[in-house]
Nanobody, 115 residues
Framework: QVRLVESGGGLVQPGGSLTLSCEVS????????VEWHRQAPGNQREFVAR???????NYADFVRGRFTISRDGGKNTVHIELNSLTPEDTAVYYC?????????WGPGTQVTVSS
């Protein structure tokens, strides 16, 4: 059973930065593909970024080089660094792991970008 817990959200001004963390338990993170998704009020949940088992990364088009996903095997944690934030980035950010038989989601962490 994989368990995910996000942290690091908060209120930030436009142009600011945050680093979110997804602490993984139940499996070494190096064996998992971990994704970040987000959901803004009134919108569907959308894909943000992914880091695969071998470390390959990919991002949604709207990221445009502003976000960086990384993995810390020692802490069994996946991070996503959010830079150049805009109000449109306001959302609850979730991490996700998909295995052949299950999908696991964390409870999410709120990011609010506002002046």
């Amino acid at each position: 059973q994989v368990r995910l817990v996000e942290s690091g959200g908060g209120l930030v001004q436009p142009g600011g930065s945050l680093t979110l963390s997804c602490e993984v338990s139940g499996s070494p993170v190096r064996f998992l593909a971990v994704e970040w998704h987000r959901q803004a009020p009134g919108n569907q949940r959308e894909f943000v970024a992914r880091i695969g088992q071998w470390g390959a990364t990919n991002y949604a088009d709207f990221v445009r080089g502003r976000f960086t996903i990384s993995r810390d095997g020692g802490k069994n944690t996946v991070h996503i660094e959010l830079n150049s934030l805009t109000p449109e980035d306001t959302a609850v950010y979730y991490c996700k792991v998909a295995t052949p038989n299950n999908q696991y989601w964390g409870p999410g962490t709120q990011v609010t970008v506002s002046s």
